[in-house]
């Protein structure tokens, strides 16, 4: 039972480049949700979804696409990585929104 | 926007002393509170949900106050182990569908 997985652990990318983040889970959680964390903002919403098939925007979702089609896996793919993109990305699920959230290791991204 | 405020620290405080710390929420419609704890490079892990009755967990106790919309946190005999940052985290009145809304964390030192 390996929880949460992220993967990779540690990207670095070239302005422009575009990539997959990936997280999956074994937890059979309806929610799933991706976070960024930078110094001195907090973890702010990226994209969520509460079921396969269903995706929704977060606070922060501007270059960014995400989708959903099974329960285990939700990848966040950067469009095109600009510089503003370096953080760390925490992947999460839940049985529901308002409920524990389980965090994902965090994969740390830096855009060159 | 919903807003989640927390004094950011440092609090550097002896081992065996007792310290609390609060945050303020923005939304009246808030439905779920939660203390999450982040150890240094790590994901955030759940320490415990905060009820309206209030709810203690060992020699942590957290507080809700929702006419001041606000939440505390307790921790008594502290411990090294102790030494964390802790994140406040509130729901929207949608349930949290739409995701957690973090405050930005207290860091706590404890010194032996």
């Known amino acids: 039972n390996a929880g949460v997985t992220q993967t990779p652990k540690f990207q670095v990318l070239k302005t422009g480049q575009s990539m997959t983040l990936q997280c999956a889970q074994d937890?059979?959680?309806?929610?799933m949700s991706w976070y960024r964390q930078d110094p001195g903002m907090g973890l702010r919403l990226i994209h969520y979804?509460?079921?396969?098939?269903?995706?929704d925007q977060g606070e922060v979702p501007n270059g960014y696409n995400v989708s959903r089609s099974t329960t285990e896996d939700f990848p966040l793919r950067l469009l095109s990585a600009a510089p503003s993109q370096t953080s760390v990305y925490f992947c999460?699920?839940?049985?529901?929104?308002?409920?524990?959230?389980?965090f994902g290791p965090g994969t740390r991204l830096l855009v060159l | 926007r919903k807003e989640v405020e927390q004094d950011p620290g440092p609090f550097n405080v002896p081992e065996g002393a007792t310290v609390a710390f609060n945050c303020t929420y923005s939304?009246?419609?808030?439905?779920?509170f939660f203390w999450y704890r982040q150890d240094c490079r790590k994901e955030p892990k759940l320490l415990m949900s905060?009820?309206?009755s209030g709810n203690e967990d060992g020699r942590f106790t957290a507080q809700l106050n929702r006419a001041s919309q606000y939440i505390s946190l307790l921790i008594r005999d502290s411990k090294l182990s102790d030494s964390a940052t802790y994140l406040c985290?509130?729901?929207?009145?949608?349930?949290?569908?739409?995701?957690?809304?973090f405050g930005k964390g207290t860091h706590l030192i404890i010194q032996p």
């Open positions: 999460a699920t839940g049985v529901g929104g308002g409920e524990t959230q389980y």
């Open positions: 937890m059979n959680h309806e929610y």
């Open positions: 979804s509460v079921g396969a098939g269903i995706t």
């Open positions: 939304n009246s419609a808030s439905q779920s």
């Open positions: 905060v009820y309206s």
């Open positions: 985290v509130v729901t929207s009145e949608g349930g949290g569908a739409d995701g957690l809304t």
